[in-house]
């Protein structure tokens, strides 16, 4: 969190949804609202972590507000874990709030990313999608919403060679059928410890291209 965070308390159907929203770097309008999803709340997932916070400066680098947020049952986020169900609806009434309307991109770290899916395959029709961001998909254990194919090219999937708690071979089952890149990370494993400025780059780098 540096000095510009500002940190927010909205309303979901759980009861209070805590928020922190960066603004996008000073200098120019944002481009849009990033909305990121944190890893699973059973195992310490949070707002705070390492990979939500690179997915954030990076959005905020390349010109977005972003905004990253508690799901139910973690910190002040009121409620209890509801296995993605009610968690989608968290990410959605955070997009309600603070993006209801201009350029969106949605994005999600392991568990995060399963949501994040489910967000982006209910907003597509209706929201204008400019990015869509996965980051360790947690694609063995949950049912990873397929992306719509014209969403393909502005998509980025990464994943870790090396990701013990959600094989690589998972998210290729999931990514094959949709003929859906994967942006694979050698020797990484789930965390990207000691890569995540690596991670940052190649965020950077779909966000710009872009």
Do not use: Y
């Given at each position: ?7 927010i ?26 909305v990121?999803?944190?890893p699973?709340p ?18 905020v ?14 910190g ?8 993605g ?7 959605l ?7 209801p ?6 994005a ?17 029709a209706?929201?204008d ?52 890149p ?22 950077v ?6």
């Open positions: 969190m540096n000095s510009r965070t500002e940190k308390q909205l309303k979901g159907a759980a009861g209070a949804i805590e928020v922190l929203r960066d603004p996008a770097a000073a200098g120019s309008p944002a481009l849009g609202v990033a990121i999803a944190h699973h059973l195992f310490g997932g949070s707002m705070d972590n390492k990979v939500v916070q690179t997915l954030t400066r990076a959005f680098a390349c010109g977005w507000t972003a905004v990253r947020f508690n799901f139910r049952g973690v002040a986020s009121e409620g209890a874990h509801d296995e169900r009610g968690e989608r609806d968290d990410m009434a955070v997009v309600e709030q603070l993006a309307e201009g350029p969106l991109a949605i999600g770290f392991s568990f995060g990313a399963f949501v994040a899916s489910c967000a982006a395959e209910k907003l597509w209706a929201r999608i400019r990015h869509v961001v996965l980051i360790g998909t947690a694609a063995a254990r949950f049912s990873v919403a397929a992306l719509p194919a014209e969403a393909h090219e502005r998509t980025l999937v990464v994943h870790g060679e090396q990701d013990d708690t959600v094989p690589l071979s998972a998210v290729m089952d999931w990514a094959r059928p949709q003929s859906l994967v942006t694979v990370v050698p020797g990484g494993g789930h965390f990207f410890h000691g890569q995540l400025p690596l991670l940052k780059s190649l965020v780098r779909h966000l710009r291209a872009g």
